[in-house]
């Protein structure tokens, strides 16, 4: 069983950052590839982010590309989301999850509860 715990949410100012992290337990976590996805108010859950096992391919939703950048550290069991230049729209509930990666939320197995990110205006 994969464990993953969220956070680095809050509240922040239009154009400010805010790195989310994701710790990973379970040796389930070995070979996952990871992915980062959202819930805005009265929207579907939406794909953000996903990268590999060792971390040499990443892919992110046209919406996020040039300011969002998902990393992970597997001595630390980590994955990050760096979030840059964040807008109003991008306030929602973010999710960590462990899979076969890829933007398709049935190729995850593992969820994480998340963590709220609310950006003003």
């Known amino acids: 069983q994969v464990l993953l715990v969220e956070s680095g949410g809050g509240l922040v100012q239009a154009g400010g950052s805010l790195r989310l992290s994701c710790a990973a337990s379970?040796?389930?976590?070995?070979?996952?590839?990871m992915g980062w996805f959202r819930r805005a108010p009265g929207k579907e859950r939406e794909f953000v982010a996903a990268?590999?096992?060792?971390?040499?391919?990443?892919y992110y939703a046209n919406s996020v590309k040039g300011r969002f950048t998902i990393s992970r550290d597997n001595v630390k069991n980590m994955v990050y989301l760096q979030m840059n230049s964040l807008k109003p729209e991008d306030t929602a509930v973010y999710y960590c999850?462990?899979?076969?990666?890829?933007?398709?939320?049935?190729?995850?197995?593992?969820w994480g509860q998340g963590t709220q990110v609310t950006v003003s205006s």
């Open positions: 379970g040796r389930a976590f070995v070979g996952d590839a």
């Open positions: 990268i590999s096992w060792s971390g040499g391919i990443t």
């Open positions: 999850a462990a899979g076969r990666g890829g933007a398709f939320r049935a190729n995850y197995d593992f």
